[in-house]
């Protein structure tokens, strides 16, 4: 059975950080991504990355406060979340697909986990 979990989800103080966790398990996954929903707003990009974990991608207000990072092929993948802000508060899902290259949509991904929430106060 193909899988996503994640974890590492919780509440925090803006400035704090946190690392999420998305295990995959049954078929192999060459792109995953991350990407988070607030209450009211659309699915969000956060960031994706490839098989070799050496190609990433980043929504565009996610650069340089968030890394997603995996080992080559491995089907763990992390979200890095540095000086959080209370902007940030989502439910964050992991996405997995076959695809070779990471899709900054969300429509591009078959496999979507459950959802981790994320709660950062002032």
């Known amino acids: 059975q193909d899988q996503l979990v994640e974890s590492g989800g919780g509440s925090v103080k803006a400035g704090d950080s946190l690392r999420l966790t998305c295990t995959a398990s049954?078929?192999?996954?060459?792109?995953m991504a991350w990407f988070r929903q607030a209450p009211g707003k659309d699915r969000e990009f956060v960031g994706g990355?490839?098989?070799?974990?050496?190609?990433?991608y980043y929504g565009d207000s996610m650069k340089g406060r968030f890394t997603i990072s995996r080992n080559h092929g491995a089907p763990v993948v992390w979200l890095q979340m540095n000086s959080l802000e209370p902007e940030d508060t989502a439910v964050y899902y992991c996405?997995?697909?076959?695809?070779?290259?990471?899709?900054?949509?969300?429509?591009?991904?078959?496999?979507w986990g459950q959802g981790t929430q994320v709660t950062v106060s002032s």
């Open positions: 996405a997995a697909d076959t695809t070779m290259i990471p899709s900054a949509v969300a429509g591009g991904y078959r496999y």
């Open positions: 049954g078929r192999t996954f060459s792109s």
């Open positions: 990355v490839g098989w070799s974990g050496e190609n990433t």
